[in-house]
């Protein structure tokens, strides 16, 4: 009810892990339709912001959502390290330096994959991961410990998620990149730093399961008003909680049918 009468609406969301079930195949998942179809209604509603925040790069998000700028829907890929906003007409991309140091990180994951049975490798936009699910407990340790010493070759800090090791040449979090966009729809002429002062200020709604997530419920844990959902029973930070996938859609389409009413006056 509160999420449905605040005059200006961030409505965010993890895409793997709480819009779709993890598969083996990373490829092959697919995304919970209430969920889409409440995305969709909510992204058409006035005053209403719609994002998806993923480890995924941006056209694979694309590609596996079915949503994107065209559908009024933000798309922040790679943790935020590549956007597709609304109103753009392509995603940012890299830039010399960072595709070659993304060259030599396929490179070295191919190896290490070779090396570690039971383990995949997934080519991003913005460098590799590799996915333990099929692994031994005993091999995924030691992919790990390889990944590590491949990112200290290459330069970059590996980050850890559910089952999966993701070396990448863009450096930044979900929570900041989620953080600099509300800041870009709530900013005026004062530029105000915190988007409770600012006219308008936006409220956001926002779910993830992941650990990666959780720098998001951190960047917005003090902001009044935010909704912060976890997907699963890890430990986390976020103001809500909730089981699986299924809830999150009806979460979704509860949301969109109050946001709805309250348009219709």
């Known amino acids: 009810a509160h999420l449905a009468r605040t005059p200006w609406l961030v409505v965010a969301t993890d895409f793997d892990g709480t819009l779709a079930p993890f598969q083996d195949d990373p490829m092959a998942v697919v995304p919970h339709p209430d969920s889409i179809a409440a995305l969709r209604r909510l992204a058409a509603l006035p005053t209403t912001q719609v994002v998806l925040v993923s480890g995924r790069d941006v056209t694979t998000l694309h590609q596996l959502s079915g949503l994107g700028p065209q559908d009024g829907v933000s798309l922040l890929g790679s943790h935020g390290g590549e956007q597709w906003r609304v109103g753009q007409d392509a995603p940012t991309g890299l830039d010399e330096d960072e595709v070659a140091q993304r060259d030599m990180l396929i490179a070295g994951a191919r190896g290490l994959v070779a090396e570690h049975p039971g383990t995949t490798l997934e080519v991003k936009a913005a460098g590799v991961v590799v996915h333990t699910r099929r692994a031994t407990p005993e091999v995924a340790l030691a992919a790990r410990g ?8 290459c330069g970059v800090e590996p980050l850890l998620g559910k089952d999966v090791l993701e070396l990448s040449v863009l450096r930044t979090t979900k929570g900041e990149a989620l953080a600099e966009l509300v800041h870009r ?22 779910a993830g399961d992941d650990v990666t997530d959780e720098t998001v419920f951190r960047a917005f844990a003090d902001e009044a008003g935010a909704v912060l959902v976890k997907v699963g029973p890890e ?5 809500s909680r909730v089981d699986g996938i299924d809830d999150v859609a009806r979460l979704l389409t509860e949301l969109a049918d109050a946001r709805e009413a309250a348009a219709a006056g």
Do not use: K, M
């Open 146 to 153: 390889a990944v590590r010493r491949l990112g200290r070759r």
């Open 185 to 206: 729809l709530g900013q005026d002429r004062w530029n105000r730093r915190s988007h409770r002062e600012r006219t308008p200020g936006y409220t956001l709604w926002f």
């Open 235 to 239: 430990p986390t930070c976020a103001s």
